[in-house]
């Protein structure tokens, strides 16, 4: 009888405490969003438990709502599907991640090609030469990934020697969907649904197409010098499909996290020791298979994306069943998650500490 009491009282004061998150977290979205403005989707899972999932603001500026249903460009969140795909065909054995690139591209030069590995590509440590650095800068047209491979193809250099240090690439992403491609003689768009939205049920989830309508599609939005909002849903990169072209919704990404904390499709933390990268600007953090990774006491995994008319961030704890998953149509709009990561780490959820700093590095 006392045992029941027991654990029925703790669990009465964490209803409680959890309603009085809620009313704070509220707060903190409402007032950082004006009345007919784009904002913000967030989703908090801790311990198994959903103790929150909400939307706010506009999608459009139609008036339509956000919703948990409203999909969201994931930008470099994206990053996370992409190499789950090449750790599916590592799984099937028809790729190896100590495959170098020459493999998949003859077009690139040999001299970097048998250089850079798949492992290297997946853990930002390619050196390979950022595509935007290269691209025209008067492009008016949208990049797709094959433009990403000729702009590279030209290139006989790399910024350092492969393997020997971090730097964050959205060329490697960009050809780590082009191996996909080439190896399963699907689109990326075709593997990726088949493999990986299907099966998890991610029924409304996409990649992007210019031509293909997108169920429940936030549109992007950017402020100028003034803080007023203006339309910026779409840029000269934005069709680049490896490195950012995920849609999704808090609903379709709650189910990709429970797929990795069951190992649905592969087992990603075994992946990640022994497929990860150290930053060393960040003590004790690493990259792997699309994640950034570091342990706090445990395991804890965190990525940002950010592009012309979105905000994104995904921190997933597996050994505590977290997620703290943020989703706003605003580009450059992390002030209000810093705000909920610090509402949430009063309450024991999560640490704030490092995920600005790993966020700094994507840009």
Same mark, same amino acid.
């Given at each position: ?92 054995? *028809?790729? %190896?991640?100590?495959?170098?690139? @020459? &493999?998949?591209? !003859? ?8 250089? =850079? ?85 991610? *029924?409304? %989830?996409?990649?992007?197409?210019? @031509? &293909?309508?997108? !169920? ?8 100028? =010098? ?87 961030? %995904? ?49």
């Amino acid at each position: 009888m006392r045992l029941s009491f027991f654990i029925g009282l703790c669990s009465m004061i964490m209803q409680t405490s959890f309603a009085q998150l809620e009313k704070r977290i509220d707060s903190a979205i409402a007032n950082s969003i004006n009345p007919g403005e784009p904002g913000i989707a967030l989703y908090i899972e801790h311990k198994g438990k959903l103790v929150y999932k909400k939307g706010f603001g506009l999608v459009n500026t139609n008036g339509e709502k956000i919703s948990s249903s409203t999909n969201f460009r994931m930008a470099s969140v994206s990053k996370q599907f992409t190499a789950m795909c090449i750790l599916l065909l590592e799984k099937e054995g *028809k790729v %190896s991640l100590d495959d170098p690139i @020459s &493999r998949f591209f !003859p077009e690139i030069p040999i001299v970097i090609g048998n250089k =850079i590995k798949l492992k290297h590509l997946l853990t930002h440590s390619s050196g390979i030469i950022d595509y935007e650095a290269i691209m025209n800068d008067s492009q008016t047209n949208q990049l797709l990934d094959h433009d990403v491979l000729t702009l590279l193809s030209k290139q006989d250099t790399t910024y350092f020697a492969p393997g020997s240090k971090f730097q964050y690439s959205n060329s490697a992403y960009a050809l780590l969907a082009l191996i996909t491609e080439r190896i399963t003689q699907q689109t990326f768009a075709q593997f990726v649904e088949q493999r990986i939205f299907k099966p998890l049920k991610m *029924k409304n %989830s996409r990649i992007y197409e210019a @031509s &293909r309508p997108i !169920p429940n599609r936030a549109l992007g939005f950017a402020k100028d =010098i003034n803080k007023k909002l203006y339309a910026n849903d779409q840029s000269p990169t934005s069709a680049v499909k490896g490195d950012g072209g995920v849609y999704t919704s808090l609903n379709d990404y709650r189910k990709w996290t429970h797929a990795l904390w069951q190992g649905t499709l592969v087992d990603l933390l075994a992946v990640s020791t022994r497929l990860n990268f150290s930053i060393k600007k960040v003590t004790g953090s690493y990259y792997g298979p699309g994640w950034f990774y570091f342990d706090i006491d445990h395991p804890y995994l965190f990525h940002s994306g950010s592009t012309c008319g979105f905000s994104t961030f %995904s921190i997933n704890i597996p050994g505590q069943k977290t997620s703290i998953v943020y989703f706003s149509n605003i580009a450059n709009n992390p002030a209000t998650f810093r705000i909920i990561l610090d509402l949430l780490s009063d309450e024991g959820i999560g640490n704030p500490a490092p995920v600005f700093q790993l966020h700094d590095l994507t840009r």
